[in-house]
């Protein structure tokens, strides 16, 4: 059984520390050159330029899960996929530690930031799609804080919030056991709330299985978060995504 809970509001665009798993990975696509022959003289290859999909996922993997979007994460963006046929889907493992130093988080938060502000720069038309989880989910969540939490200085190399701007090339957000307060405060008691922006809240699904302790109150069933990649809980956010990306395509 799957609690979900509403958008909940996120923390800062550059700070982070919960449980989950780990990830790096990456996906920025070159175009192909095209190179013209005039007369007989050769002329110069056109500059090479992005290779824009319908679909961006930037994904934070969970704590100690390899390299890129982990199993979570996959078993989300294959669904995706298959929701939304025709269309192109690019991915983008964030890039961060997903250890147990939580304080290293905020390094995702960054990177999701930079990605998410660089896909909305140079492809304008493609849907974004941001997601985590576990520790990757408090990634995903804090980057789309609308502000610094009062109080909490921002880490070296992190900058603010998202610009208002980018908040339109978002199209959806799905985060699957979010870190609750008690655990977060657990983790790490220097963590600011998880709290998602105004400006993304309408277009967030939180996934919590029942039993979970890392966002279930009271939950003490560890298969239970791990289990979000093979019990339809990744579909289930699919059809939420997609639904968001091109409405109606998905039931």
């Known amino acids: 059984m799957t609690n979900t809970t509403g958008s909940q509001p996120t923390a800062c665009s550059r700070f982070i520390r919960p449980l989950a798993v780990a990830a790096v990975a990456a996906a920025a696509v070159l175009g192909p050159q095209a190179v013209g022959i005039a007369a007989a003289a050769p002329e110069l290859a056109a500059a090479p330029g992005p290779s824009c999909s319908d679909v961006e996922v930037v994904f934070a993997r969970g704590t100690f899960e390899a390299p890129g979007v982990g199993a979570t994460g996959q078993a989300f963006v294959d669904a995706l996929t298959s929701a939304l046929p025709g269309k192109t889907v690019d991915v983008y493992g964030v890039n961060y530690p997903a250890s147990l130093d939580f304080q290293a988080a905020a390094q995702g938060v960054g990177d999701a930031s930079n990605r998410i502000q660089e896909v909305a720069a140079s492809c304008p038309d493609t849907k974004i799609v941001v ?7 408090a990634v995903a969540a804090y980057t789309t804080e609308a502000a610094v939490p009062a109080g909490f200085t921002l880490p070296a190399g ?4 998202l610009p208002p701007a980018v908040a339109d090339h978002v199209a959806a957000v799905v985060l699957f056991g979010t ?7 657990l983790v790490d008691h220097s963590a600011p709330p998880i709290v998602i922006g105004p400006q993304y809240a309408a277009k967030t699904l939180q996934l919590c299985n029942t039993g979970d302790p890392v966002c279930f109150p009271g939950g003490f069933d560890r298969a239970a978060h791990s289990a979000y990649k093979n019990n339809g809980t990744a579909a289930q956010a699919a059809t939420f995504a997609a639904n968001a990306v091109a409405p109606g395509t998905a039931a």
């Open 158 to 161: 992190v900058t603010g919030p």
């Open 179 to 185: 870190p609750d307060p008690w655990f977060l405060g």
């Open 131 to 137: 997601g985590g989880y576990s520790q990757g989910a």
